[in-house]
């Protein structure tokens, strides 16, 4: 069973940036498709960006180009390095471990609040 714990979130300007990181326990984070979710107040929850066992990734085009999604299987982490924030980067996010990316499949952890706020 893989346990995961978010960090990294809080407040910050537009414009700023932010790093995320998801903490792994268990032995399948390697051969996991690792994912952040993100789910604004009133919204559905949506796919951030993607990452599989073998280093490919995938992005929203909402953050492409601005965010950047990393895996250090050794340590068992996964990061969400954020750039150029916008207050509608502002959600609680969550990061997946799974088969796949699909979000009904998987295990989660707590979430993590961003906000981004003048």
């Known amino acids: 069973q893989v346990q995961l714990v978010e960090s990294g979130g809080g407040s910050v300007q537009p414009g700023g940036s932010l790093r995320l990181s998801c903490a792994a326990s268990g032995s399948i984070f390697s051969v996991s498709t690792m994912v952040w979710f993100r789910q604004a107040p009133g919204k559905q929850r949506e796919l951030v960006a993607s990452?599989?066992?073998?280093?490919?990734?995938n992005y929203a085009d909402s953050v492409r180009g601005r965010f950047t999604i990393s895996r250090d299987n050794a340590k068992s982490m996964l990061y969400l390095q954020m750039n150029s924030l916008k207050p509608e980067d502002t959600a609680v996010y969550y990061c997946?471990?799974?088969?796949?990316?699909?979000?009904?499949?998987?295990?989660w952890g707590q979430g993590t609040q961003v906000t981004v706020s003048s």
């Open positions: 997946k471990a799974g088969l796949s990316a699909d979000s009904r499949f998987g295990v």
């Open positions: 990452i599989t066992k073998e280093g490919a990734t």
